[in-house]
């Protein structure tokens, strides 16, 4: 059985958020900032946590916290970094739409939302609001040039709906594209 | 000439002494009743007056005498029946109120002419007939009414010759636009609120946007109404219309220039006629400067921002730095793609590029926040957010209960703090499972 390092050894969820407290304290802008666990986000044996300073979830950032690393949703590589480590460009079923979904949307594309199985499928939804006839079911694909997650989803900060189509490449880079049927 | 005049006055007074004037004399002299011409006498029943107004052999001029007798002594109804009966014809009527009858006799009557004719006929002469034009007025066809306001010569002899009420009344009863009605209820000392009411409430749409592009109409009603009255008629004016109408009757009647031109501003002016009280309250906020409202993209931002971004261990692209408003030492992070904040108590942030109708749910949200300013518990914070949602967000959700339920679900996916003591304290999970009403300040008075 391998030794434990000594990082991994004290590694719990307040020993997580002590280390993660003294560096967002020394942020200015979120110095004293609200910092909770999250653990429907907890990924790759990472603890997830979100710091969220006086402009509440505008200013949101959410924490992957391991026993020898902290990275953030602050960098557009961080959500590249767990979809190398899972594997999800590389193998098909990884991942199915719904967790992906959760994952990209918290760690990369900042928004909050619930990803929709019909186009009248959130209550805030408005008649009309995502026509039918270009509403697709969210869909999981492997392909040869990595995993396709495609979805809709009700964005509960813009209050309007959100397609996003994103490519997630053997290596772990992740680019999407999005568009709203209200915004464009 | 003067000599000539005192001597007709001398001869009439002796003729109305023979005639036995009446003893009804008007107060102060002003309105002197005529003199009773010879073919009346006191006691004439009316089948007598329809018989001598009748008479085509008792010369013009005697009948419009009687006739202007017979209005004075019974009254304007009394002698419209005898016109009717006898279809003398229109009635005119001088500006000291002496009627007299035109027309011929048989083959003159109103329901022979055209309503341009009967309206001309009432004008012609020394004075107009109000009576004879509104009755005639409505008793045309709709077409008729139209053909008469297309004809210009005609109501600038109607605007002419009519004034006040009367010319109000005319151009109401022909169906004038809106827009040349509503100063007459704003007209004198006074305004007649329930008559801008009936007539902004009743006015087809296209009548109402012409009222909206008339600045002048607009500044009247600014200048003359206010409070409810303001706002009821702002409602009126609004009612159906197109966001950006609706936009444009807000800008005319309320002073919105406290909020930022733009989105903001339309956003304001929007709650400003909602018939929402929470709305009306958060809008008056801004009007008068208890909140504030700021564009994102508008805030002073400290030197370098990208680099003092990096040096906080984030990518420029997806974060940035602004100071607070009103400060140039306290910054704050906010995500590049952000939808809007309170940045303090009483200053609301969100981006420009965000809908009407967002930020007039953030307007809401925020400045419900800044009047329940207290987060110092996972509960604390959740009723607070379970309040702003309620009146903003989530308050189309008509069922009560399943409003409750999801703005629950929404806070506790969203505000991990929360969730977090939701999830590990079981007297703060009853404590939110049983708040299922928002308590505290839902009005944003």
Excluded at chain 1, 130 to 148: Q, V
Excluded at chain 2, 305 to 314: D, Q, S
Excluded at chain 2, 408 to 416: D, G, S, T
């Amino acid at each position: 059985m391998a030794k434990k390092s000594q990082a991994a050894s004290d590694f719990t969820p307040e020993s997580a958020q002590a280390r993660l407290r003294k560096l967002v304290d020394n942020i200015p802008p979120s110095k004293g900032a609200t910092i909770a666990r999250v653990p429907d986000l907890d990924v790759c044996g990472m603890l997830a946590y979100s710091v969220m300073p006086s402009t509440g979830l505008a200013g949101e950032v959410i924490y992957l916290v391991g026993p020898d690393e902290m990275i953030s949703s602050g960098l557009r590589t961080t959500i590249n970094e767990v979809m190398r480590r899972l594997e999800v460009g590389k193998k098909p079923g990884v991942l199915d739409v719904y967790r992906f979904a959760h994952l990209f949307l918290r760690l990369r594309a900042h928004r909050r939302g619930i990803v929709l199985d019909a186009p009248d499928g959130h209550v805030l939804l408005r008649p009309g609001q995502l026509p039918a006839e270009i509403f697709t079911p969210p869909e999981a694909t492997f392909e040869k040039d990595g995993a396709h997650f495609r979805f809709w989803i009700y964005e509960t900060d813009h209050m309007e709906p959100f397609y996003f189509d994103v490519l997630v490449a053997p290596d772990g880079t992740t680019t999407f594209t999005e568009s709203s049927p209200s915004l464009n | 000439m003067a000599e000539s005049t005192i001597h007709q006055n001398k001869q009439e007074q002796t003729e109305s002494q023979q005639n036995k004037r009446p003893d009804r004399v008007e107060s102060a002299g002003l309105n002197l009743t005529p003199e009773r011409p010879f073919l009346a006498s006191g006691e004439d029943s009316i089948e007598k007056h329809i018989q001598l107004l009748g008479d085509n052999r008792i010369h013009a001029s005697k009948r419009q005498k009687l006739a202007s007798y017979i209005s004075h002594t019974r009254g304007n109804r009394y002698l419209q029946r005898i016109i009717d009966t006898t279809r003398i014809g229109a009635i005119q009527r001088d500006p000291n109120g002496e009627t007299t009858t035109a027309g011929t006799g048989e083959g003159s009557g109103a329901e022979t002419q055209t309503l341009e004719q009967q309206l001309t006929a009432a004008m012609e002469g020394i004075g107009t007939d109000e009576a004879a034009i509104l009755s005639a007025i409505r008793s045309a066809s709709v077409p008729d009414r139209q053909r008469v306001l297309a004809n210009s010569a005609l109501m600038g002899q109607l605007r002419s010759e009519l004034s006040g009420s009367d010319l109000f009344n005319t151009l109401e009863a022909l169906g004038a636009p809106l827009v040349d009605l509503l100063s007459f209820p704003m007209e004198g000392w006074g305004t007649d609120e329930a008559t801008l009411f009936r007539l902004t409430a009743n006015a087809p749409a296209d009548q109402r946007r012409a009222v909206i592009g008339n600045s002048g109409i607009m500044g009247q009603l600014r200048g003359e109404l206010s409070g409810d009255d303001l706002w009821t008629v702002g409602r009126n004016l609004a009612n159906g219309l197109r966001t950006e109408e609706q936009v444009a009757v807000a800008n005319g009647l309320f002073d919105l220039s406290a909020a930022p031109s733009g989105v903001i501003r339309d956003a304001t002016g929007l709650l400003m006629l909602s018939t929402e009280v929470v709305d009306r309250n958060t809008a008056r906020r801004i009007i008068n400067g208890s909140m504030n409202a700021h564009y994102i993209e508008d805030l002073t931002q400290p030197p370098d921002p990208a680099a003092l971004v990096t040096g906080y261990g984030y990518d420029p692209a997806l974060y940035t730095v602004y100071y607070k408003p009103g400060s140039t030492t306290e910054t704050m992070l906010v995500q590049t793609n952000a939808v809007g904040f309170q940045a303090t108590t009483t200053d609301i942030c969100g981006m420009r590029t965000l809908s009407v109708d967002r930020w007039k749910t953030l307007l809401v949200h925020e400045t419900n926040h800044a009047l329940n300013p207290d987060y110092s518990t996972p509960l604390i914070q959740y009723k607070s957010e379970f309040r702003a949602y309620w009146v903003a967000e989530f308050r189309e959700v008509a069922d009560l209960d399943q409003r409750a339920q999801q703005v629950k679900a929404h806070i506790l996916a969203n505000y991990p703090a929360i969730s977090a003591a939701y999830n590990s304290d079981e007297a703060v999970r009853n404590a939110i499972d049983a708040h299922t009403r928002p308590d505290g300040n839902v009005t944003n008075e």
